[in-house]
């Protein structure tokens, strides 16, 4: 009943910048906590940032000073700008959403289909 869309990955040097996005839809009552969360080939998914509804935000410490997540409430979207690119950050990017259903009134986490970044060097 909830989807979320992703968009902005793709291939760039080292140094660069990439934008992703990520808008929600369905049946939605609220939208409470967003975030974006990383995943390479044999390892685990983690956290990258997280923001509050209220736009309160957390980072991982390998992107704080690069990456900036922030949030458009009115348009249900929720948006990571990473700059300052680097090999190590390679890896397909999720999209996370805690979100509160028209039909059901508990809030349930959502993810996004995953969109791959790719850093060269």
């Known amino acids: 009943q909830v989807q979320l869309v992703e968009s902005g990955g793709g291939l760039v040097q080292a140094g660069g910048s990439l934008r992703l996005s990520c808008v929600v839809r369905g049946s939605i009552f609220s939208i409470n906590a967003m975030g974006w969360y990383r995943q390479a080939p044999g390892k685990q998914r983690d956290l990258v940032a997280v923001?509050?509804?209220?736009?309160?935000?957390d980072y991982a410490d390998s992107v704080k000073g690069r990456f900036t997540i922030s949030r458009d409430n009115a348009k249900n979207t929720v948006y990571l700008q990473m700059n300052s690119l680097k090999p190590e950050d390679t890896a397909v990017y999720y999209c996370n959403a805690r979100v509160v259903v028209r039909s059901f009134q508990y809030e349930s986490n959502y993810w996004g289909q995953g969109t791959q970044v790719t850093v060269s060097s």
């Open positions: 923001i509050s509804k209220g736009g309160s935000t």
